[in-house]
């Protein structure tokens, strides 16, 4: 059984081009296979100004990429007796019209057109920058900096090659750095995935769970994984302390790692009562709005001792 997905475009002029016309039917036809295959989109002009903004976008990423107008905020993130222990580094886009965006704005596009990954060394390489200049000051020479990777980066056949050699020209201690991947990322590839992930902590690196209870949770992936850490998702922490549903689920969590002597962190952690649930759950490290929102790198320093 064969089966088509249509797209079709309506004329009664000749006021546009075959070609013109052609790339209409054409957008018509990828809406209908994008609303699942086997049925008839119509064109519509909405669908090619979407089209164009999204490509407009993806040349502006391009540009902003080559500019190094993409700059990390530090999120802080403190362990349970109110020290501060490290931060997460989130992309911030400086756009020269638009000011400040957050990655709403552009991670989608990004990693559509396959530019992600670019985005990630960037903040990569920043992340180890800065460690390496933290380590000169005994302020800050125990901080962590944890770094998010995308799938398009973490299976490239290069991968672990590019991160050494960007602590090698960093001179960034690795133990200070966490790389935080996602579960769904991980069943892509799994064998390759650890594959990596043991040839990285041999050299001293630190991985973390993002997201975690949210995805596929596999009691045979951390089994298999070196993991050092687990991230409570933001949705569990959100429903505390009413929540029963959440409360367990973390307690889960929280003793599970135990189990697997894993450190937890919670994110999204924003109020007060959230933060003394999680810390009679078990939780170690906390991270959110009630610590510190996303901030530039001068604000978090004031944050130090």
């Known amino acids: 059984r064969s089966s088509a997905s249509i797209g079709v475009t309506l004329f009664n002029d000749g006021s546009y081009s075959i070609d013109e016309l052609m790339q209409r039917a054409d957008l018509s036809m990828y809406e209908a296979k994008a609303a699942g295959k086997h049925t008839v989109r119509f064109f519509d002009p909405r669908m090619q100004e979407a089209v164009s903004k999204r490509l407009n976008l993806e040349q502006e990423i391009r540009r902003g990429l080559l500019s190094e107008e993409f700059i990390?905020?530090?999120?802080?993130?403190?362990?349970?007796?109110?020290?501060?222990v490290g931060a997460e580094v989130l992309a911030r886009w400086q756009h020269p019209q638009r000011g400040l965006l957050s990655p709403a704005a552009?991670?989608?596009?990004?990693?559509?057109?396959?530019?992600?990954?670019?985005?990630?060394?960037?903040?990569?390489q920043n992340a180890c920058h800065q460690l390496a200049l933290w380590q000169q000051q005994s302020a800050t020479a125990s901080l962590s900096?944890?770094?998010?990777?995308?799938?398009?980066?973490?299976?490239?056949?290069?991968?672990?090659?590019r991160v050494l050699q960007i602590?090698?020209?960093?001179?960034?201690?690795?133990?200070?750095?966490?790389l935080e991947l996602t579960e769904t990322l991980?069943?892509?590839?799994?064998?390759?995935?650890?594959?990596r992930i043991c040839e990285l902590k041999a050299h001293g690196i630190r991985f973390s769970i993002d997201d975690f209870?949210?995805?596929?949770?596999?009691?045979?992936?951390?089994?298999?994984?070196?993991?050092?850490q687990l991230k409570i998702d933001q949705s569990f922490v959100r429903g505390l302390p009413?929540?029963?549903n959440s409360l367990e689920i973390i307690r889960s969590i929280c003793i599970l790692a135990s189990s697997l002597q894993l450190e937890v962190i919670?994110?999204?952690?924003?109020?007060?009562?959230?933060?003394?649930?999680?810390?009679?759950?078990?939780?170690?490290?906390?991270?959110?709005?009630?610590?510190?929102?996303?901030?530039?790198?001068?604000?978090?320093?004031?944050?130090?001792p």
């Open 72 to 84: 990390p905020y530090l999120q802080p993130q403190l362990d349970d007796t109110g020290c501060l």
């Open 106 to 124: 552009f991670v989608e596009v990004a990693e559509h057109a396959g530019l992600i990954e670019t985005l990630d060394l960037q903040m990569l």
């Open 145 to 161: 900096l944890s770094v998010n990777l995308s799938a398009r980066l973490l299976y490239q056949t290069n991968f672990v090659e």
């Open 167 to 178: 602590l090698k020209q960093s001179g960034a201690d690795p133990h200070r750095l966490k």
């Open 186 to 195: 991980l069943l892509d590839d799994l064998p390759g995935a650890i594959a």
């Open 213 to 228: 209870g949210t995805g596929y949770s596999s009691l045979a992936y951390l089994q298999q994984l070196s993991l050092d």
């Open 242 to 244: 009413s929540d029963k």
């Open 266 to 304: 919670a994110e999204g952690v924003e109020n007060h009562e959230q933060y003394i649930a999680l810390r009679e759950l078990g939780c170690q490290t906390f991270q959110g709005y009630l610590f510190g929102r996303p901030m530039p790198l001068i604000e978090f320093e004031h944050l130090l």
